[in-house]
C-alpha cells in the first residue's frame, strides 16, 4: 500500500530503472484502491487533499508508466483547478511536459468555452422573456393609447394631450 507521494514517485523511478513500468502499471490498480494518499477526509472542515495537492506530480509519474485511469482522475482536478492557488506554487513541472502543458490548456479552454456558451444562452434567454414581456406590454399600450412616442420611447407615464 502506498501511503504518501514520496513512495509512488520513489516506485515510478525504481521501476523505470529497472524496466518493470508495464509491470506496475499492470498491478498498480489493487495499490490505488486501498491507498490512504487517495481517500478524501470525511470531516469537511478539513481541506487537506494528498491527492489533489499533488497532482500536478502524479500526473507525470501516471504519464510515465501509462497509468490510465490515475492519469485521468489527475488530469481532472488540475483542469478544475488550473488557476487555483494549489498550482499557482509549482507549474514548472508541468510546462516542461510539453504534451500534458497542451492537453491540459485545451481542455481548459474548452471548458471555459462551455461555461461561456452556457452563459449565454442563460442571459439570452433572460432577456429573450424580457423583450417579449415588454413588447406585449407596448403593442396593449399601442392599441389603447394610439401614440406612437410613447411606445417608441418606452416612457414610463402617459402622455398627457
Known amino acids: ?7 509512488l ?3 515510478v523511478l525504481q521501476a523505470d530503472y529497472y524496466f518493470a513500468l508495464p509491470t506496475l502499471s499492470g498491478t498498480f490498480s489493487g495499490v490505488l484502491l486501498g491507498s490512504p ?3 478524501r477526509d470525511p470531516l469537511p472542515d478539513d481541506e487537506h487533499n494528498e491527492f489533489v495537492e499533488n497532482a500536478s506530480k502524479i500526473i507525470l509519474a501516471a504519464k510515465k508508466f501509462r497509468h490510465a485511469v490515475l492519469f485521468r482522475e489527475c488530469f481532472i482536478h488540475l483542469v478544475a483547478n488550473f488557476h487555483g492557488s494549489l498550482y499557482a506554487e ?4 508541468l510546462q516542461d511536459d510539453k504534451d500534458v502543458w497542451l492537453l491540459l490548456n485545451q481542455r481548459v479552454s474548452h471548458l471555459r468555452k462551455m461555461i461561456l456558451e452556457a452563459q449565454h444562452e442563460i442571459l439570452m434567454a433572460s432577456i429573450q422573456d424580457y423583450l417579449q ?3 406585449y406590454t407596448l403593442v ?3 392599441y389603447f393609447f394610439g401614440n406612437v412616442s410613447f411606445i417608441l420611447w418606452g416612457i ?3 402622455p398627457s394631450g
Do not use: V
Open 1 to 7: 500500500m502506498i501511503e504518501d507521494l514520496s513512495e
Open 156 to 158: 414610463g407615464t402617459m
Open 9 to 11: 514517485l520513489t516506485i
Open 133 to 135: 414581456t415588454d413588447l
Open 140 to 142: 396593449t399600450e399601442e
Open 90 to 93: 509549482n507549474p514548472t513541472a
Open 37 to 39: 494518499m487517495f481517500k
